[in-house]
């Protein structure tokens, strides 16, 4: 069995993963990220965001992006706490988007807020069992 400090490194490299996933559309990792049955509740990002399945609310994600293909995803603050086979996190994350126009301008959104998950560790490491994306800044720059 793993300390916790490793248990906590292993769990921020999740975490980060999932950034790494979302900003290069590498949905491929979603399998390092979630658990098989692991869900997303994006009910606070409104735009139609909702609750449901990890591969369901990632094509939503997809989709969603399409129109914003600039991503940087920052984490911060974590707080892991670990027990056994279980752990909870809660980090901040800013995540700006943009997209390019024709005359070199740049529209960006600001989003931030919290992230909310429960993990579990697996034979393959710690995956999010369950993630609440808790988004409560949005700022708007630029031409909308």
């Not at 790494?20 to 979603?30: H, K």
Request: net charge negative.
């Amino acid at each position: 069995m793993s300390s916790t400090v490793e248990d906590k490194l292993a769990i921020k490299e999740c975490l980060y993963r999932y950034s790494l996933m979302v900003d290069g559309r590498r949905w491929d990792l979603r399998e390092q990220v979630f658990s098989e049955n692991g869900t997303i509740d994006y009910t606070s990002v409104g735009s139609g965001g909702k609750l449901g399945h990890h591969r369901e609310m990632l094509e939503w994600l997809d989709a969603t992006l399409k129109d914003w293909p600039l991503n940087l995803h920052v984490i911060s603050n974590e707080i892991i706490e670990v027990d056994g086979d279980e752990a909870r996190s809660t980090c901040c994350f800013t995540a700006p988007m943009a997209r390019k126009h024709k005359d070199g301008r740049q529209t960006t959104i600001t989003n931030s807020g919290y992230y909310r998950d429960r993990l579990v560790r697996t034979d393959d490491g710690w995956r999010i069992q369950h993630r609440d994306v808790d988004m409560t800044i949005q700022i708007f720059h630029g031409k909308h």
